[in-house]
């Protein structure tokens, strides 16, 4: 998929019909010819590609051109985000705008979780919030406090007042397409404010992370397994510590992620720590992280 399989560029495909409008050229093409050739070109340029003329822009609207961009997985996808409205929708939806719909943000499973396409590459990312978590002691007011931020896309973080025992395990059953796809959590030693329009950490409950470090843990379904350890950094950041990677590399239904955090050495207390969630995308995209 896109430019790199196609044997010429949007912008040479841009002048020859600039130069052909004149007489019979490029721009004369069948437009389900220029759909099929459409399907080599990733989205960015199909949608570079429609600005060239009306022929064009009706070529790059072909439900078979956005059907290949989408992944094997897109009707689990609709079923996960639209449920019981799937149908009818999809009967009047086009596969574009099928495609544009998955390309925003998405929450299912009561606004625990986010899904999405990535534009440019058509592969699923996914945004795991805290409250889907089981958390050790996250009952307890003494221990753990669900506060409200801007800084977080749930709106909520899980934080750690003081605790010895530190557990966090999430899970998710879902069908990814072929790919390798790495696991983050998304965690920030502190606990912030607005004050004044000005942001503000406070960082007096910090402690215990430079001690030890914490472990990292993730296993799939079909036996892939990986650990890490990896001590807390960044006092008053946001930052994503990876977990580890899985590899889809037959689709056939949905595959069980588990992924943890742990620091359970009860020879001292750990506090300051907020959780916002967990991240996981194809790893070519990581490095935003």
């Known amino acids: 998929m896109g430019a790199a399989s196609s044997s010429i560029s949007v912008a040479e495909i841009e002048d020859v019909v600039s130069e052909s409008r004149s007489s019979t050229g490029l721009g004369d093409i069948p437009e389900s010819c220029i759909s099929f050739m459409m399907m080599s070109f990733d989205p960015k340029e199909i949608c570079q590609?429609?600005?060239?003329?009306?022929?064009?822009?009706?070529?790059?609207?072909a439900d078979f051109v956005w059907e290949s961009k989408l992944p094997q997985s897109y009707e689990f996808l609709l079923n996960k985000i639209?449920?019981?409205?799937?149908?009818?929708?999809?009967?009047i939806m086009s596969k574009k705008e099928v495609y544009a719909k998955l390309c925003r943000p998405n929450f299912f499973d009561g606004g625990t979780k986010e899904v999405w396409l990535d534009r440019s590459s058509g592969q699923v990312c996914l945004f795991i919030s805290s409250k889907s978590f089981k958390i050790t002691g996250i009952d307890d007011r003494r221990y753990w406090n669900n506060i409200p931020t801007e800084e977080s896309r749930f709106k909520s973080v899980a934080y750690l007042q003081q605790m010895w025992w530190?557990?966090?395990?999430?899970e998710l059953d879902f069908?990814?397409?072929r790919g390798k796809y790495s696991v983050f959590f998304r965690l920030h030693l502190g606990k912030t404010s607005n004050r004044l329009g000005r942001r503000v950490c406070n960082l007096a409950q910090v402690?215990?992370?430079?001690?030890?470090p914490v472990r990292f843990q993730?296993?799939?379904?079909?036996?892939?397994?990986?650990?890490?350890?990896?001590?807390?950094?960044?006092?008053?950041e946001w930052t994503h510590y990876h977990v580890g990677y899985f590899?889809?590399?037959?689709p056939n239904g949905p595959t069980t992620i588990k992924f943890s955090l742990a620091q359970i050495d009860c020879t001292h207390t750990k506090g300051g720590l907020c959780i916002d969630g967990a991240v996981i995308c194809p790893t070519q995209n990581t490095k935003q992280f």
């Open 207 to 212: 402690h215990g992370w430079d001690i030890k």
């Open 218 to 236: 993730l296993s799939t379904s079909d036996g892939q397994n990986s650990l890490s350890q990896c001590y807390l950094i960044g006092p008053g």
């Open 49 to 61: 590609l429609a600005k060239v003329n009306k022929t064009f822009h009706r070529a790059s609207s």
């Open 247 to 250: 590899v889809i590399d037959k």
């Open 166 to 170: 530190v557990e966090v395990l999430g």
């Open 82 to 91: 639209l449920g019981d409205n799937k149908e009818d929708l999809i009967r």
């Open 175 to 177: 069908e990814f397409p």
